[in-house]
């Protein structure tokens, strides 16, 4: 294919194996985590860095949590994804030293809460050393209301106006009905209600005696 950029060979064989330091740029945030994490006393903030005497040796606590801040900082929450990614992709293979935890073992975030806890606790407090926050105030609304936009329930002030008005010459009462959408009634007492049943009863028995002519 002349006139066309091409590739190297992937039969071609080198006398001199290429190091995987080598793929990953001096500025890749990749050595940003690997840094931040290996200068932490993971053991003060909650994890289990002392390994088990029996059974298959574990994975060390540094490696999932270099894996799950790649996770989060490429928006990859799912634990199957993370695996996935560690067998394929060459940033992850240098982060982690080409290990590649499954999907279960990936998501010790469940196990580890408190110590996440306390990595963000740090990172913020070397962002504060290094000067990287500014004195600006944000503020966020996150305030939620139900809206409710009924005609009945909407008001301009030329309806506040005329409520007011009728609430003044003494129509009280209608503004709250329809302040409320409904007119309130009184609850029937014990006595209504056995005249009614009786009534209802009565009436029953002369449909059953009623017959066509």
């Excluded at 060979?9 to 500025?27: C, G, K, N, S, V």
């Excluded at 105030?137 to 002030?157: C, E, L, M, P």
Aim: aromatic content about 8%; hydrophobic content about 35%; proline content about 5%.
């Amino acid at each position: 294919m002349k006139r066309f950029v091409e590739g190297d060979d992937r039969r071609q064989t080198t006398l001199f194996p290429e190091a995987l330091d080598d793929y990953i740029a001096d500025d890749n945030p990749v050595r940003t985590v690997d840094l931040f994490v290996d200068h932490l006393d993971l053991g003060a903030l909650g994890f289990k860095v002392v390994p088990a005497t029996k059974g298959r040796p574990a994975y060390h606590p540094s490696v999932l949590l270099k894996l799950y801040l790649y996770g989060y900082l490429n928006r990859i929450q799912s634990s199957r994804r993370l695996e996935g990614k560690a067998l394929r992709n060459v940033e992850l293979m240098w982060l982690t030293g080409r290990l590649a935890p499954d999907f279960k073992t990936a998501d010790f975030r469940r196990d580890h809460g408190p110590g996440l806890r306390g990595v963000c606790r740090q990172f913020v407090l070397l962002c504060r050393e290094l000067n990287l926050f500014n004195q600006a105030t944000v503020a966020i609304d996150g305030s939620k209301f139900k809206a409710v936009n009924a005609h009945d329930r909407n008001f301009t002030r030329r309806k506040l106006e005329k409520h007011i008005q009728q609430i003044v010459q003494g129509g009280g009462g209608g503004f709250h009905q329809r302040l409320h959408g409904r007119q309130e009634t009184p609850k029937p007492s014990i006595q209504n209600r056995r005249q009614c049943v009786s009534s209802n009863s009565k009436f029953k028995v002369e449909l059953t005696d009623w017959r066509p002519v």
